[in-house]
């Protein structure tokens, strides 16, 4: 299968995507306590996203991911939903950081056995996307190990600022 290029390939690095998706939720967990309540309302520039919205966005994105891992491993080859992330942001309340990052820590604990289990069948499973064509369970895991650690990134450098 030829899939379309995973657009956080960069951000995921050489990191093992079963390992980052592990790994990531505790970073991020660490960084918004060294951001602390005053941090929260932080932004890297203006217009971007504060870094509770970084964290409602977090939350949101994992219930896609996993709909979408869920599906496509109950109905290979299904058609997943697209969703635009700024239309998202729109449909409620962006300013509970604290709330939101306590749903993507449990909904990614509730999944990573799940994830931890998957065998070599399971990773190649596919499904179709509107955009991105015909994709692998693989490629989903890397795609969202990929776009967390970027947004990590985003959190430890609000994280860094006085």
Excluded at 89 to 99: I, L
Excluded at 105 to 118: C, M, N, Q, Y
């Amino acid at each position: 299968m030829s899939e379309t290029p995973n657009p956080y390939a960069a951000d995921l690095g050489t990191l093992d995507p079963r390992k980052a998706l592990r790994e990531t939720p505790i970073a991020v967990k660490r960084a918004v306590e060294r951001l602390g309540p005053d941090g929260m309302g932080r932004r890297l520039a203006p217009g971007k996203w504060t870094a509770a919205q970084i964290l409602v966005h977090l939350a949101q994105v994992e219930t896609m991911f996993q709909s979408r891992l869920r599906l496509a491993l109950a109905a290979p080859g299904v058609e997943v939903q697209r969703f635009d992330q700024d239309d998202f942001m729109k449909s409620g309340s962006t300013s509970d950081g604290g709330a939101a990052l306590d749903a993507y820590f449990a909904l990614r604990g509730f999944t990573l056995p799940l994830i931890e289990r998957l065998d070599e069948h399971a990773l190649a499973v596919g499904m179709r996307h509107p955009e991105y064509g015909e994709l692998s369970v693989r490629w989903l895991l890397s795609w969202c190990a990929g776009h967390e650690r970027r947004h990590l990134g985003q959190l430890e450098q609000l994280a860094s600022q006085e």
